[in-house]
């Protein structure tokens, strides 16, 4: 993979997060052509590009995801949602990889720590 692909891959990541946000009013293009070990690769790339940059003239640096957040975009567009399927970690934590409603934070039961 070159840098210009990298920068695609890793730009198209952050504009999940710039949209979710509402720093950003166009909806990001679905992630689902990449495998987690390219967007992983991506995410490496450019922030070895940006640590390394050209020297002492001008540098251009990009946001990057962190891994956890390129993995979760990873789900996000490769797995269907099922409230019944739960991953052990480590013995003693379940994460459960389930879709909620559009309207889930506007409930009067929701609380703010509950995000």
Known sequence: MDIDQARRIVSEMTSHVFYAEGL???????????????????????????????????????????????????????????????VVLNNMRYVVVAKIPDDFFDNPEYEAGDK
């Open 24 to 86: 950003d009013e166009t909806a990001p293009r679905s992630l689902a052509e990449y495998s987690l070990g390219e967007m992983l690769e991506a995410n490496k790339l450019v922030k070895e590009a940006d640590q390394t940059g050209p020297g002492n003239g001008p540098k251009t640096v990009q946001i990057v995801c962190d891994e956890r957040l390129a993995a979760a975009l990873y789900v996000l567009y490769h797995y269907e949602p099922n409230p019944n399927r739960a």
